[in-house]
Antibody, heavy 118, light 111 residues
Framework: EVQLLESGGGLIQPGGSLRLSCEVS????????MNWVRRTPANGLEWVSG????????YYTDSVKGRFTISRDNSKSTLFLQMDSLRAEDTALYYC???????????WGQGTLVTVSS | HSALTQTASVSASPGQSITISCTGT?????????VSWYQQLPDKAPKLIIY???KRPSGVSNRFSGSKSGNTASLTISGLQADDEADYYC???????????FGGGTKLTVL
């Protein structure tokens, strides 16, 4: 059974940092690209960042470039998202998502909530 | 790339059929046959129900079907059931640094 379990969310002040983690099981982690997708009440779902199976290629939506860093540890089947210089508009439920080459996402975690507020 | 456009809400009675539309541009839906649909039940993670415009993952009911014409994709749900009540999101591959864009979501209410 495929499982994706996110952690690391919480309440953080603007300008602060958080590191999200996603522990994966049920498939060969290194064979798949992984992504972070967030959901906000105002905007619905938004793709945030992705990383190739080997970890060499990383990709970001424009609004988080230079502030967020995606990485993975294939030896531990774990995906990370380092979030720096957080803003109120980063407040969202962040999902860890398995990606497929043609742009769809076939397995999702339950999400971890990030709230950026003073 | 701007978000894809979906109707905010739709309602229908059990047994009826509904169609949810998702409008993009010639740079996304109009170019790529890579439209996906996701169902998000209350307090649950999104679930892939349609990919590559009209393909269904294993285990997804054949009451769900997808299509595309020009810059608009559509999701049809036939024989509505109470447990179809959920938010439905479309997405399109766009490539480049944006990779994928989503629609704003459609809330389906089964009366």
């Amino acid at each position: 059974e495929v499982q994706l379990l996110e952690s690391g969310g919480g309440l953080i002040q603007p300008g602060g940092s958080l590191r999200l983690s996603c522990e994966v099981s049920g498939f060969r982690f290194s064979n798949y690209a992984m992504n972070w997708v967030r959901r906000t009440p105002a905007n619905g779902l938004e793709w945030v960042s992705g990383i190739t199976g080997g970890g060499v290629g990383t990709y970001y939506t424009d609004s988080v470039k230079g502030r967020f860093t995606i990485s993975r540890d294939n030896s531990k089947s774990t995906l990370f998202l380092q979030m720096d210089s957080l803003r109120a508009e980063d407040t969202a439920l962040y999902y860890c998502v398995r990606g497929r080459p043609r742009g769809d996402f076939d397995y999702w975690g339950q999400g971890t909530l990030v709230t950026v507020s003073s | 790339h701007s978000a894809l456009t979906q109707t905010a809400s739709v309602s229908a009675s059990p047994g009826q059929s509904i169609t949810i539309s998702c409008t993009g541009t010639s740079s996304d839906i109009g170019t790529y046959d890579l439209v996906s649909w996701y169902q998000q039940l209350p307090d649950k993670a999104p679930k892939l129900i349609i990919y590559e415009v009209k393909k269904r993952p294993s285990g997804v009911s054949n009451r769900f079907s997808g299509s595309k014409s020009g810059n608009t994709a559509s999701l049809t749900i036939s024989g509505l059931q109470a447990d179809d009540e959920a938010d439905y999101y479309c997405s399109s591959f766009v490539g480049g640094s944006t990779f994928v864009i989503f629609g704003g979501g459609t809330k389906l209410t089964v009366l």
